[in-house]
């Protein structure tokens, strides 16, 4: 009994605690609120995992579809060409990033960004732990300055398709209303 008191007391003192710097909504604004977002796809990290299957790069993939269709969807006209992105991506990997993928390394994804003309960067990642527990990750940056403004790491646990969809969704949502406000966050769930 008194363990599970000492843990309800750490539990109920842990949230009260001020958020993380990039989570805190007293900075001015960065940029006008329809600045064009470059949102690059979800990268998949499994190399950790208990398994390793072959249908691991559908949760990446579908991460990058729900990401990009609900950015499009909120902030119309906003996201930068994928392709254009994709391209600018490869250049800058080429040059600054030693060849890796351009949507895992911040000051790669930074320079893409900017050559589309590109104000906010988004990254994303689903890491697999096991069968039952992923891992989202994901960043909305401003890209001039490198500031991470969200950042984001939770833990899905349930059927992975269905909760990775849902937890990209809401982080979607998260950078959208970020992006609208002009770069100041807030925690309320309001549209």
Same mark, same amino acid.
């Given at each position: 009994m008194r363990n599970r008191t000492l843990l309800t007391?750490?539990?109920?003192?842990? @949230? @009260?605690? @001020?958020?993380?710097?990039?989570?805190?909504a007293d900075h001015a604004p960065l940029e006008p609120a329809e600045a064009r977002v470059a949102a690059f796809g979800a990268a998949l990290y499994n190399a950790q995992a208990n398994l390793q299957e072959a249908t691991d790069t559908a949760k990446a993939a579908l991460a990058t579809t729900v990401l990009h269709a609900t950015l499009a969807k909120l902030l119309p006209g906003q996201l930068a060409d994928t392709a254009a992105l994709e391209a600018a991506g490869r250049s800058a990997a080429a040059l600054s990033a030693g060849g890796q993928n351009c949507n895992v390394i911040v000051a790669c994804a930074r320079a893409a960004a900017e050559a589309v003309g590109a104000r906010w960067v988004v990254l994303a990642k689903v890491s697999k732990t096991s069968n039952l527990i992923w891992l989202l990750t994901a960043q909305l940056i401003h890209a001039p300055s490198g500031t991470i403004i969200l950042d984001d790491s939770t833990e899905l646990k349930g059927e992975p398709e269905a909760m990775v969809r849902v937890g990209i969704r809401i982080f979607a949502e998260r950078v959208a209303r970020t992006v609208r406000a002009r770069g100041v966050t807030t925690n309320f769930p309001t549209p």
């Open positions: 007391c750490l539990s109920l003192s842990l @949230t @009260t605690v @001020t958020p993380v710097g990039a989570q805190v």
